[in-house]
């Protein structure tokens, strides 16, 4: 009879979060998510930094990037104070969400390191039965947005072996970085999470090619923001000049096969969940005339090394900045030796195990 390749339903969930407000948009975030598992979705996808929101003030505000200007201070403030560190009450509440609606969640988060306060731009991604699978920290923040986060490091450079497929995920302009999507599309995704502020038109350009290059279904995700849900205190952004329905992000939310073709979307500037089944045996049958990484490649000619040690500091106790326990742990399980060449660098030119 052969293998059977299964159809997974997945939701793309395009909404405003509570801004700058943690715990109420973990609340909305888990209703969400039940909403997702009853609608029969085994996988919901969030958009970047949604909890508890993109800085929008990168953008609009004119102060943001005064020296020692106070209100770009206090928003940056609060911005850690409202940051989700991991493992930690925000993900255990996502955890029993995803359990009980039976549905793996990709959560697009603003992490906060809990020894060092560092934030990251960091994606969350949770099984079907709630378990923290890992946590990915965007490579290199965006422009503007280094006045935020810090830099990732290759020691979150993951795909999830999951029962709804082998799952990843990228944060925004990680899509432009060729040799993060080559690491991705050796680590066998089927299912690609594209998180983004908003999926405005070039970043639904990039969302279709990493679906066509990779072979993979994507997930495109972008938040929706008016101007009226930011909060009357936020002084950064008190002479704005802005109308209260000036949308700040415009969502745009899209799910995409692995042909590069359209199967669900683009959204409006409402909030909506999008969703689409998809049939992982698309996957195989577009592998007939490309294959990336497989007979398409040329691994006598190119390869990547990549380096998968946590770039980070350590405490007196030796703890890891990048985690919570022993400097060699991380937010996310570590490979056995066996699956690296060395105890710093992986370097793949063919099939990669996966996580």
Known sequence: MGDDFPTIRVAAVQAAPAFLDRDASVAKACRLIGEAG??????????????????????????????NHQPAKDVFTRLVANAVEVPGPATDA?????????????????????????????IAT?????????THRKLIPTYTERLIWGRGDGSTLDVYGTPLGRVGGLVCWEHWMPLARHA???AGEQIHAALWPTVSDIHLVASRHYAF????????????LRRDQIPDDLTIMADDGLAPDTPLLAGGSVIIG???????????????????DLDLARIPAEHLTFDAVGHYGRPDVFSLTVNTSAQTHRDPDNRSCHGVGPAA????????????TSRKVRRWSGPAPIR
């Open 38 to 67: 009853a609608n029969g979705a085994r996988l919901a996808v969030f958009p970047e930094t949604w909890l508890p929101g993109y800085p929008v003030w990168l953008d609009v505000a004119p102060g943001a990037a005064l020296w």
């Open 94 to 122: 996502l955890s029993a969400a995803a359990a009980q609606a039976g549905c793996a969640v990709v959560m697009g988060i603003n992490e906060r390191e809990r020894s060092s306060g560092t934030l990251y731009n960091s």
């Open 126 to 134: 949770f099984g079907p039965d709630g378990r923290l699978l890992g």
């Open 184 to 186: 991705m599309y050796v």
């Open 213 to 224: 290059e990779g072979r993979c279904f994507v997930i495109a995700v972008g938040s929706v």
């Open 258 to 276: 692995p042909d590069g073709h359209v199967l669900a979307g683009p959204a409006g500037v409402e909030e909506t969940t999008l969703y689409a």
């Open 329 to 340: 742990s991380t937010t996310r399980p570590r490979p056995s030796p066996a699956t690296r």
